[in-house]
């Protein structure tokens, strides 16, 4: 006989996230009379790791949307704490309140930016729980919203879950451009990265003494190689979805407290 977990049940029992979604599609019809969306034949079947670059507030609820309208299933967002702290949007209390209630009762996860460590556990375990019962996590990479436009460098976090549970990573971009006096977001689901994919081996170039490049043998790579060149990859597709420049500068994401 199935042991059921009574922590899942409740869980299942208290999330919203669908419910709420009649009301999010709302307030985007509201704000911006058309979104463009592309690649939904790109997104996976079953759980996948989604990373998106972060330019407004909006972003992650555009994504979400458009995720549950084409799947009628929840995609989970790797939020920052404060707006479980009531935060709000600016970290300030602006719609605290109405944050807070939002991201608890659609089970949101927290992302402690502060605490490297415990955030890292916190986030870990719940994608973990995510994944085994066939959902998907959107993750923004960069850790805070871009400042002048550009793609700031991914952290590595995403490509290291998708390589750890073994889950497509499905590079996702959003920009807001502008049409006269109206803003059209544009949303796309780009080609994912396989689980086959990270496992291949790339060829190690090496500077010999004697000068001559090594470019025949190739090498196990690490984990933690496999992982940077993973995001990267990952990270060079939304920039060429998106067509922002990439800073190339690692950011810290709690800077901007």
Partial sequence: MERRNPV??????????????????????????????SGRENIPEGPAMFVANHLRFDDSLIIAAAYARYTKRP????????????????????????????????????VYRSDNFRGAAILGKAIKYRFSIGESILLHAEGTRSKDGRLNKFQVGAAAFAIKYGVPLVPTSIIYPRHGLLTIPELKFGTPLDPQDYGMEFKHYQLLPDGIVDAVTPRVMKQTERIAIVSDIAEQAVADMSHQERSGILINPYADQ
């Fill in 8 to 37: 899942d049940e409740e869980l299942a029992e208290t999330d919203r996230y669908m419910k709420t979604v009649p009301f999010v599609n709302a307030y985007l019809k509201l704000k911006y009379p058309k979104i463009h969306t």
């Fill in 75 to 110: 995609l989970r967002l790797g939020a920052k704490s404060e707006y479980f702290e009531g935060g709000g949007i600016n970290n300030k209390g602006f719609l605290g309140k109405q944050v807070k209630h939002f991201v608890d009762s659609t089970q949101q996860i927290p």
